[in-house]
């Protein structure tokens, strides 16, 4: 990657090849048992990764997590979208905090949590409630 003008470059210790044609025997595999698990209607809108957009069936859904798997993730245009339709706070829920600080980079106006435990998110959630959010 470096050789093709890329500026970093480093291996992943990852323990599948997620986002890529290489996952697709899995998703073709995830999508058949989804299909057989009883999905309702969303309630709330939930804007999927794989392509940045808002599904309103079971079928769309079960369709967009199966894809998950071996498309490409649009982040950008997923939190864009977020910060566009109004959301203003976001929170990490994990071990780590990389999506906070990619996120503060997407959207400078967003306020951006990683809870990794009880003491971060009782840190974020008096600093959402002070705010008045």
Do not use: Y
């Amino acid at each position: 990657a470096k050789d093709a003008g890329a500026k970093r470059a480093m291996i992943l210790p990852v323990s599948v090849p997620s986002h890529c044609a290489l996952m697709m025997d899995a998703a073709h595999e995830l999508k058949t048992t989804l299909k057989t698990v009883p999905f309702a209607t969303p309630k709330i809108p939930v804007i999927h990764n794989v392509d940045a957009q808002t599904h309103n069936t079971p079928d769309a859904v079960i369709d967009v997590l199966a894809r998950q798997l071996h498309h490409p993730v649009r982040w950008v245009e997923t939190i864009t979208k977020m910060s566009r339709q109004g959301v203003t706070h976001v929170l990490e829920m994990g071990c780590g905090k990389v999506l906070t600080g990619l996120n503060k980079r997407i959207q400078k106006s967003l306020s951006c949590h990683a809870i990794f435990d009880a003491t971060s998110m009782d840190a974020a959630f008096a600093f959402i409630e002070g705010e008045g959010a």
